[in-house]
Structures are given as C-alpha cells and as structure tokens.
C-alpha cells in the first residue's frame, strides 16, 4: 500500500512567518493529496487538497504544491497567525476513499 | 447540517467489557469510514462502507472489532471484548462520492479501556 512520510513533526514560527511542511509518497498510482488540519479535541478538516494534473493550488494564505516526478508534495502557510496552530496532515491515495495519512505536523504560531 | 455526529464523547471501560462507538454520517453522503488515532500509529483506517455496504475492512486490526451499517444515517462499531491497548482515539468520517473528495471527520470518541 501506500506510504506517506511527513516532516517536521514539529514546528514554531514567529506570528507573520510562513511556515512549510513536507510530505513524500511511495505509490506513483496516487492521484489525490489532502491536507488536514486538527484542532485540540477536534477531528481533521480539510483544508486543501491537489489532484495529480494539477502541480500548485492556492487558496488565500494557503497553497500546495505537487512535484509527481519527485513524489513529494508541500503544504505552504504563509503570513501565520496564533490560529494556524494545530496538528496539520497529509494524505495520499491513489483511491479518493481510501487515504494514506502522514504522521502529523504540530504547528505552533507564536504570538 | 449538524455535521458528522458521533457518540458518546469519552468513554471510559474497564478491560474485557464490549464497547459500542456510534455514528451518524451527513445526510447524502455514500460513504461512511472509520479511523482510529494514536499516537504511536497516526491515523488509521479501519473500515469504509459505500451505500451501507462494507468494502475494505482490512485495517480492522482483529475478530474483536466489528462495524455494522444498518442504514444510510447510522452506523456502529464495536469492541467486544475491549483490551487496555484499544484506548485511542476513533473518528466517524462521511463524504458524499459524488465528485467530492472531501471526508467530513466528526469529533471522534475518546476510549480509555483500564
């Protein structure tokens, strides 16, 4: 199956900072990449997502960017405030129901 | 919508006890998932229903867990019996199938098993 690595597990950054994860992925058949965001006793939601013919996607001061060459793909935050803090992961599938989860990335925007 | 609703909230079992987690998804949605979150594993899935129907149960980790999806608005799962290394997180995710992508997780229910 799938198998997606996520890095780093953790990060703090200055209010204002942008802040980048990155994840990797081993199947070349995955076509569809979200990110998740996990808020402290809360389940994940979806923030963003790519498909494969796709290779960047903004929204706001989010975006994401695929390299399928590569197989890695990036979450992009920039100008971070207090309320970007949580638990951010990525997913990778090549079957959008059934998602291949990183290991998390607990993000810390400091005031 | 009310969103993916999930009970209970905590749930707190001593070990050897059947535990019952119940979930309902978003009206319209055809698929229905279960994870379980851990620190140790992340996040895994453990089984996902379309149209009430279980297609992929291979994450179930043993005969000990069960998932039942007797309607398009209900779904359960089970633990009978319950061990102390069960104690996780479980999350109730829907997503409609229908060119959308997005799972909509619920609040998840935390299980401690003593």
């Known amino acids: 199956g799938e198998n997606v690595e996520q890095h780093p597990s953790t990060l703090s950054v200055q209010e204002g900072d942008s802040a980048v994860i990155k994840c990797t992925y081993s199947d070349s058949a995955s076509n569809y990449f979200p990110w998740y965001k996990q808020e402290l006793g809360k389940g994940p939601q979806l923030i963003i997502d790519?498909?494969?013919?796709?290779g960047e996607k903004k929204d706001q001061r989010i975006a994401v960017t695929l390299n399928k060459t590569a197989k890695h793909f990036s979450l992009h935050i920039t100008e971070t405030q207090p309320e970007d803090s949580a638990v951010y992961f990525c997913?990778?599938?090549?079957?959008?129901?059934?998602?291949?989860f990183g290991t998390g990335t607990r993000l810390t925007v400091i005031p | 919508d009310a969103g993916v609703i999930q009970s209970p909230r905590h749930e707190v079992t001593e070990m050897g006890q059947e535990v019952t987690l119940r979930c309902k998804p978003i009206?319209?949605?055809?698929?229905l998932f279960w994870y379980r979150q851990t620190m140790m594993r992340g996040l895994e899935l453990l089984i996902y229903f379309n149209n009430n129907v279980p297609i992929d149960d291979s994450g179930m980790p043993e005969d000990r867990f069960s998932a039942k999806m007797p309607n398009a608005s209900f779904s359960t799962l089970k633990i009978q019996p319950s061990e102390p290394r069960d104690s996780a997180v479980y999350f109730c995710?829907?997503?409609?199938?229908?060119?959308?992508?997005?799972?909509?997780f619920g609040p998840g229910t935390r299980l401690t098993v003593t």
């Open positions: 009206s319209g949605h055809d698929y």
């Open positions: 995710a829907s997503m409609s199938g229908q060119g959308s992508y997005e799972q909509y």
């Open positions: 997913a990778a599938t090549p079957r959008a129901n059934n998602l291949f």
């Open positions: 790519i498909r494969s013919n796709v």
